[in-house]
């Protein structure tokens, strides 16, 4: 097991493109989430998945995002029309069962928008 | 709205010295508290944690403080070592319901340890 996985790990895209990550948890880990992480600030809660299931979605996952968790295994962040301020660290993180701790965060991916 | 506050954006301290880092909380409804580090283009790193049923918790060089009726906790780290040296996240959970235990982070501490 090599923990959680992003891809990719860097992106660079124009201001109006449609960008897509991708998460790999460790593979018996049933919750994933997804952070984002602005300069100078901490990881802010973006959405939940349980298995497929998507249980919650932050305001700040405005309609130009959607995330998907197929087969509840990896998930997928899509962002359409990027903007500047869409420029972040997108962070996945992964465990298996209930409670507060147990997270394995991944290395995530860095995506600026010119 | 900064549900958990880490009001020391930076910390230096010499090499086997007693690091301590600090952060609050607004929000009564949060039980249980993390502590991240974190290295540039890395994901957080756990470090140690406290249920708001106790307070304090050790692990090696590190040890967390919980003061509930200040919404406080701090992070100590003793001896303080180079490889120390990173930004660490305070972070809180509350069972906001569907067994959602999302994380609410504080701003970060860039800790420097000197050798």
């Known amino acids: 097991d090599t923990g959680v996985s992003q891809n990719p790990r860097h992106k660079i895209t124009k201001r109006g493109q449609n960008v897509t990550f991708r998460c790999d948890p460790i593979s018996e880990h049933n919750r994933l989430y997804w952070y984002r992480q602005t300069l100078g600030q901490g990881p802010e809660f973006l959405t939940y998945?349980?298995?497929?299931?998507?249980l919650e979605k932050s305001r700040l996952l405005s309609d130009r995002f959607s995330a998907e968790r197929p087969k509840g295994s990896f998930s997928t962040l899509e962002i359409q029309r990027t903007e500047q301020g869409d420029s972040a660290m997108y962070l996945c993180a992964s465990k298996w069962g209930g409670g507060p701790a147990g997270w394995d965060f991944g290395p995530g991916t860095r995506l600026l928008v010119l | 709205d900064q549900q958990v506050k880490q009001n020391s954006p930076s910390l230096s301290v010499q090499e086997g010295r007693i690091s301590i880092l600090n952060c609050d909380y607004t929000?009564?409804?949060?039980?249980?508290f993390l502590w991240y580090k974190k290295y540039p283009a890395e994901g957080p790193t756990f470090l140690i944690s406290i249920s708001s049923i106790k307070d304090k918790n050790e692990d090696g060089r590190f040890t967390v403080f919980l003061n509930k009726s200040a919404k406080h906790l701090s992070l100590h780290i003793v001896p303080s070592q180079p490889g120390d040296s990173a930004v660490y996240f305070c972070a809180a959970s509350a069972d906001s319901g569907g067994s959602n235990y999302k994380l609410t982070f504080g701003k970060g501490t860039l800790l420097t340890v000197n050798p």
């Open positions: 929000n009564s409804m949060f039980d249980y």
């Open positions: 998945f349980q298995n497929e299931a998507q």
